[in-house]
């Protein structure tokens, strides 16, 4: 009978005398055991690593991601890792971060790419490492990930523009204040609002289209620009929150909150005031607490042996002010994210 020795530090540990050569070996097998159950290091069990890296940490869309990518992790026993640049624009500093995390050998990798093709070589070198990698918020080009977890971006185009033209009575002159260029879930969006009013309302036109650059400042200066240009404007539609609070601002500062017809997207607390004031007339909001947690998830799943859906889309929610009050909505846009991130 052969009886494996010992870790290392558990043998120095050990008294000469109840020395493996000193005693029956049915008693070294029960000191050892007795070690495995009593000496720190002898027996340390690691939880799972989940990386997740979001496209940036500033806006309160990106705390309630974190929140739930927490929530999952309390929930499914694994450790949640949480980087990302400050900016959705700090593309090498999100590279970085990503090359870190596969450089650690990570058990699972959860990303939302601030540009569809950045990411390519790195995603590559996950996949060469046998990293599961969930892609979720915003898609890439590469097919080296397992799942994407989003909002579907382009119906929630189509909500903004259907309501916008509600809103409109079918007619009139709008702008749009885009998010950045090469982000994909916000291309999408602007894509399926684009196509809508296009397809569906010949008697709206969409005037003019300029990039708010992820900065409520440049959205709001966006915004001035457009509505300098063209003062008569029915309507507007802003595709993400730093471009809709920028485009609030803009509004207020010129007393045309309630004159010009605004959807908006997404649901900072600024944003639900402005709705509850008529600046905004309809919020188009996902759910970024359900995105984080069922970003984890899916890698957990993977883990475990369970090959999740090669994409899973969430559905956005157009909210009026008259819906402030229903409980659904409140929980929507108010997740506990103290819970977790204290």
């Known amino acids: 009978m052969t009886i494996a020795r010992a870790p290392a530090i558990c043998q120095r540990r050990l008294p000469r005398l109840l020395s493996c050569d000193a005693v029956p070996h049915f008693r070294a097998i029960s000191i050892y055991f007795l070690i495995g159950l ?19 940490t500033s806006h309160l ?42 450089a650690r050998h ?18 590559d070198r996950a996949a060469r490492q046998g990293i599961p ?6 898609g890439v080009d590469s097919t080296n990930y397992m799942t994407f977890v989003a909002t579907n971006n382009y119906a929630a185009g189509q909500m903004a523009a259907r309501k916008l033209a509600e809103l409109l009575h079918g007619q009139g002159s709008i702008a ?3 998010h950045v260029p090469g982000s994909n879930s916000t291309m999408d969006r602007e894509r399926g609002f684009e196509e809508t009013i296009a397809r569906e309302f010949p008697h709206i036109q969409i005037v003019q289209k300029l990039y708010g650059m992820s900065d409520r400042s440049k959205a709001m200066a966006a915004a001035e620009n457009i509505l300098t240009a063209h003062p008569d404007l029915d309507g507007i539609f802003a595709s993400t ?19 010009v017809k605004f959807v908006a997207f997404d649901a900072a607390d600024s ?30 799943d993977k883990l475990h042996g369970i090959t999740p859906p090669k994409r899973i889309d969430l559905s956005a929610h157009v909210i009026v002010k008259a819906d402030l009050e229903k409980p659904e909505i409140k929980l929507l846009l108010n997740p506990d994210v103290k819970k977790y991130l204290n």
């Open 271 to 300: 944003m639900v005031e402005d709705l509850k004031a008529g600046t905004i007339d309809a919020l188009v909001a996902q759910d970024p607490f359900r995105i984080g947690y069922e970003a984890v998830k899916t890698l957990v």
């Open 176 to 178: 749009m204040v885009l």
């Open 241 to 259: 929150e730093p471009s809709s609070v920028g485009t609030s601002l803009a509004l207020k500062s010129r007393h045309l909150d309630g004159k």
């Open 106 to 123: 990570v058990d699972g990798l959860a990303l939302a790419a601030q540009d569809r093709t950045a990411l390519d070589a790195s995603l």
């Open 61 to 102: 869309f990106w705390v309630a991601v974190h929140a739930g990518a927490l929530a999952a992790g309390r929930d499914l026993g694994v450790d949640v890792d949480w980087n990302g640049p400050v900016t959705e624009t700090d593309y090498s500093r999100q590279i970085e971060i990503v090359d870190s995390m596969i």
């Open 38 to 56: 009593t000496l720190p290091g002898c027996r340390t069990q690691h939880k799972k690593i989940i990386a997740v890296v979001p496209k940036a």
């Open 133 to 138: 990698v969930t892609v979720f918020d915003s």
